[in-house]
């Protein structure tokens, strides 16, 4: 049904060694929403966004994806099924260029070894020529046409975590978990990262995005979760976060 969140967890327990870095946490984003997740360092946020993706497998409990268990499913069938997710420290091949990342991301998605098949037959078929025109497009949305043949690593930190999105849509997701997309990130790309995802949220995809960046959370989201100490201190709308004393004390504490 339509009030089923396309992403769920419940009872989420992960430890490391003696640590326990996500103690029984829970989450919901419900689908079409910018969903926020927040906490102090070490508060297990990314740890988290490794369970929900099943980039690690939980101790316990259990992770829903459009109500259905994903813990045996590999990130590659997860991404095939609509969620796809970024990393804190943008994961872009340097030396590969700008275009290239996004067509990675595509082939990725359908199995096939789109380099090599594109660099020793010499031949676009009719499914990487799509691929490009949706690479050239996205790139031409978040304003990276121009830099489609220069090396990624060419590019600053902010426009790679901008073709880290971006490349992310190549794969069509409906749910996108973004870890940090404004950190390290200037004020003016800041903004317009935000008006990228509110842009695509109006198109239909969903997202959960982990940021330290207040005024990037309280922009974006409609919902604001709070882990302090691997586990659920709050949630709740933007205003009702800010004015919570809970989570205003596990900020001040840090
Ligand atoms: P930050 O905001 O600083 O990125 P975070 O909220 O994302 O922090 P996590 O990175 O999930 O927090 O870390 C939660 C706790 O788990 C920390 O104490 C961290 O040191 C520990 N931790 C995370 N991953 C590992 C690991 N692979 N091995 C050992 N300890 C880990």
Redesign the pocket.
Known sequence: TSSTPVLSARGLV?S??G????NHAAIEVPAGSITGLI????????????LLSNF?QPDQGQVLFDGEAIESLQPHEIAQRGMIRTF?VARVLSRLSVLENMLLAAQKQTGENFLNTWLLAGQIRKEERENRDRAMEILESVGLATKANDYAGALSGGQRKLLEIARALMTRPRLVLL??PAAGVNPTLIQQICEYIQYWNRQGLTFLI?E?NMDVIMSLCDRVWV?AE?TNLADGSPAEIQSNSKVLEAYLGQ
Request: hydrophobic share 35%.
């Open positions: 992960k490391f060694g640590i326990k870095a996500v906490g102090p360092n070490g508060a297990g946020k990314t740890t988290l966004f490794n690690i804190q870890d940090e982990i330290h882990l691997g």
